[in-house]
C-alpha cells in the first residue's frame, strides 16, 4: 500500500487536522475579502465621489479577478506544484489587499481589488484539492465541510472586524487589517503546508522519496524504502486544461461546470439581493439587513451539517438533496416574507443549505480527476462558477428594473438552482468501489 492510500484509509493524524485548519483559514479570507469591500462602499464612495455604476464596478473586480484566478493561475499548480502556488497566490492576495490601502482613486483601487481577487481564486482552487487530498476517505466529507465553513466564519467575524476598524480609522484600515493578516497567514504555511502527495508520486521531481518520507512521519505512517512504478503518460501536455476535454473526463467536466454555475449563481443571488428584496416584499430596511444577517448565519453551519451527513451516507447523493432542498427553501422564505419569525427560521435554513451545497461541490469535484489535472479541474469549476457568480447580480438588476417582484425573483433562482441537482446525480463517480450511480443509472436508462 503507497502513502496515499494509507492516508485514504487510515485515521486522521494531528498534522492532518493541522493541513484542514491552514484550508479553513485561507477559505476564511474569501469570506473577509467579499464583505471588506460591501462595509466600505459607503466610505470609498464618499472619498472618491463614485456613482452607482462605477461601485459596481469596484465590488464586481475582486469577483473577476477570482474567477481568472481559478481558470488561469491554478492549472499552474498541476506543472509546478500545489505548495508554490499557494504560497505564491496568499502573497499576491495580502499585496493586493495592503495596497488598496493606498489607492489614490477608483481606477488603482479597481487594479489592487483585482489582484486580490487573483490570488484568492488560486487559493481556493488549491487548497480544496489539498484538503481533499490530505483526508481520509471516510472523513473527507467533513472535512471539506469544515474547510467550506471558514468562508462564514470570515464573513462574519471579518465583518464585524471590519465596521469596527471603518468606524475608528476609516475604510483604508480594512485593507491594512486584512493585507497583515494575510502575510501573516503566509509565514505559518511556509512551515506547515505541505505538497501534495498525488503530485510527488505522479510528478516525482527531485528528491521526492525523502519529501514523501517527511509526510509519513509528520502523518504517523511507515516510512517508504522505494517508490512504487507509475505508469508513464502516453504523451506529455504542456497545460493540463486540455485533459478536462478528454473522452474520459468531458461529461464530468460539463455536468460540474453546470453545477458550479448554477449553485453559485443561487449562492450570490441570496448573499447579494436579499436584505433588499425582503424590503420590497414588505420588510422594514433593519429586517432586512436581519434576514441577510440569517442566512449568513446558516451558511457557518451549512457547510458542517453537510460535512457530518456526508461520512454517514454516500457524499454524492446527500449534495442532490440539499440542493433540491435549498431550491424549495428559497420559495418559502421569500413566500413567508409577511411572517417575521417565520422568514427568519426559513432565511436560516437557506444559508444552511447553499453553503452546504458549496461544501458538496468541494467534495465532488477532486474525485473526478486525476492527479496530473485535479487543480486545473478543480480551479476551472469554481473558476465557472464564479461566472455565475458575477452575472446573479447583473441579472437580477436588470429583472428588478423589467419590474419583477421578489417572488418571481426566487421563483426563477430556485428552478436555476434545481439544474444543478439534475447535472450532479448525472456525475458519474470515478473513485474505486464507490458506490453511488448517476440520475441515468438509477433510473435504469
Known sequence: MDLRERIDRSRMSPYQWLIIGMCVLLNALDGFDVLAMAFTANGVTKEFGLTGSELGVLLSAGLVGM????????????????????LAAVGVAGLGMVLAATAADMLQLGIWRFLTGLGVGCIL???????????????????????????????????AVAVYLQSQYGWRSVFVFGGISTLSILVLLLFVLPESVDFLVTKRPRNVLDRLNRIARKTGHPELAVLQDVPAPARKKPNPVSDLMSPANRRSTLLLWLAFFATMFGFYFVN??????????????????????????????GALLYGVIATRWNSKIVLVVFTVLSAIMMVVFISAASVLMLAFGAGILVGVLINGCIAGL????????????????????????????????????????????????????GAVVLISAVAVGMIRSKEPGAKDASLEELSGV
Not at 132 to 151: D, W
Not at 274 to 300: C, F, K
Open 67 to 86: 474567477a481568472i484566478g481559478s481558470l488561469c493561475l491554478a492549472p499552474i499548480a498541476d506543472i509546478i506544484g500545489r505548495r508554490p502556488m499557494i
Open 362 to 413: 468541494y467534495t465532488l469535484a477532486p474525485s473526478l480527476y486525476p492527479a496530473s489535472a485535479r487543480s486545473t479541474g478543480v480551479g476551472w469549476g469554481i473558476g465557472v462558477g464564479r461566472i455565475g457568480a458575477i452575472l446573479a447580480p447583473l441579472i437580477t438588476g436588470a429583472l428588478l428594473d423589467a419590474s419583477w417582484s421578489a417572488v418571481q425573483l426566487y421563483l426563477a433562482v
Open 272 to 301: 447579494s439581493w436579499t436584505p433588499r428584496l425582503l424590503v420590497s416584499a414588505g420588510m422594514t430596511e433593519s429586517q432586512g439587513i436581519t434576514g441577510g444577517l440569517m442566512l449568513t448565519l446558516g451558511g457557518i453551519f
Open 125 to 159: 482552487a488549491c487548497t480544496n484539492v489539498i484538503a481533499s487530498e490530505y483526508s481520509s476517505k471516510q472523513r473527507r466529507g467533513l472535512s471539506i465541510g469544515i474547510y467550506t465553513a471558514g468562508y462564514g466564519v470570515g464573513a462574519t467575524a471579518g465583518g
